[in-house]
T-cell receptor, first 114, second 114 residues
């Protein structure tokens, strides 16, 4: 069992370009999340999905979009990348959204926008 | 405003030198506190969940405790392989979701010298 996989591992992107970060989980978890991690700021939630077919905005959603067509996949799209989106992006999942549900994280994608 | 603060930002210990990491929180209603370990270039790895003041959990050389205002991660006789960044996170009610949200601290970078 791989858990959560993310692709690409790292990417350098020109400003203004469109980019999709991929996330796949094989744990049949209902909920999935996208975070960004910046030095000194901790992990911040971008978007989430409590179940397939639904999505919601987190703390820092501007400039990002997501879709959840099925249980396993939760891609994150930057429609027109800007340098402030340079960060490490983590996808996470949890079985559900109750207080007892733990979030498990993928290995991350390091994105640099020039 | 809900807030999670971890201290110290960085801690260097000699192998075998026990110490504690602190996570203090100011939240409107705690619904769980989490500890994660993060190795360089990897995603956070789940360690513990604590739900109520007085609760304790242990795993190998790590013990997590919880009070009404803070949590401690005690490391007993650490080894070099315990070197990592330790993240604390709290679950609280979310204004943007019918479920809850998780707020992360910025982490403590722990280094154990042989």
């Amino acid at each position: 069992i791989a858990g959560i996989t993310q692709a690409p591992t790292s990417q350098i992107l020109a400003a203004g370009r469109r980019m999709t970060l991929r996330c796949t989980q094989d744990m049949r978890h209902n909920a999935m999340y996208w975070y960004r991690q910046d030095l000194g700021l901790g992990l911040r939630l971008i978007h989430y999905s409590n179940t397939a077919g639904t999505t919601g905005k987190g703390e820092v959603p501007d400039g990002y979009s997501v879709s959840r067509a099925n249980t396993d996949d939760f891609p994150l799209t930057l429609a027109s990348a800007v340098p402030s989106q340079t960060s490490v992006y983590f996808c996470a999942s949890s079985a559900g959204t109750s207080d007892a549900d733990t979030q498990y994280f993928g290995p991350g994608t390091r994105l640099t926008v020039l | 405003e809900d807030q999670v603060t971890q201290s110290p930002e960085a801690l260097r210990l000699q192998e075998g030198e026990s110490s504690s990491l602190n996570c203090s929180y100011t939240v409107s209603g705690l619904r769980g506190l989490f500890w994660y370990r993060q190795d360089p270039g990897k995603g956070p790895e789940f360690l513990f969940t604590l739900y109520s003041a007085g609760e304790e959990k242990e795993k190998e050389r790590l013990k997590a405790t919880l009070t009404k205002k803070e949590s401690f991660l005690h490391i007993t006789a650490p080894k070099p392989e315990d070197s990592a960044t330790y993240l604390c996170a709290v679950r609280v009610a979310a204004e943007y979701s019918s479920a809850s949200k998780i707020i992360f601290g910025s982490g403590t970078r722990l280094s154990i010298r042989p």
